[in-house]
């Protein structure tokens, strides 16, 4: 009775390597694909996180305005989806967003200093990043 089990076992895994899929199921590891999963943001959402902060993290309204030429500590965020994509070879619009946003210092504009909340990366989830990235890609 055993060899069967053992014979079962090893005609269900091809006899090859096996790699576990995340819904349990089993497959030959040359048979799997890599899926890229996105976020997809939400604008309303990226707003209120924009004015109002998440996660114990200050709104993006405090340092920065949405005005084009508006006193603010920061840059302001008017038209900011259009010049993040050509700010850096290579980078699209959404990283460089994303990583000003998680490595503050990356990315000076200049005229400003470095002196961006350095704790969104502990504070926001990558669903508030998504939506923060869909709010400004919205002005």
């Known amino acids: ?15 090859g390597s096996v790699a ?17 999963v ?23 309204i405090n340092c920065h305005a949405l005005t084009p030429g508006a006193f603010a500590m920061g840059p302001d965020l008017h038209g900011i989806y259009a010049r993040a994509a050509t700010r850096e070879a290579g980078v699209s619009a959404d990283d460089y967003i994303r990583q000003s946003i998680l490595q503050p210092d990356e990315f000076l504009t200049p005229g ?24 400004l890609a919205a002005l």
């Not at 055993?2 to 076992?9: C, D, E, F, H, P």
């Not at 976020?39 to 998440?54: K, Q």
């Not at 470095?114 to 502990?122: K, L």
Request: with cysteine; net charge negative.
């Open 38 to 60: 996105t976020t997809v943001g939400e604008a309303g959402r990226g707003e209120d996180i924009f004015r109002h902060g998440a996660g114990g993290a200050p709104g993006c």
């Open 112 to 135: 400003y200093r470095d002196m961006m909340y350095r704790q969104y990366a502990e504070a926001l989830t990558e669903q508030d990043i998504a939506d923060l990235i869909a709010f």
């Open 20 to 36: 576990e899929t995340p819904m349990g199921s089993h497959l030959p590891a040359e048979d799997q694909t890599v899926v890229a």
């Open 1 to 15: 009775m055993r060899m069967w089990i053992v014979a079962l076992m090893l005609v269900l895994t091809g006899c």
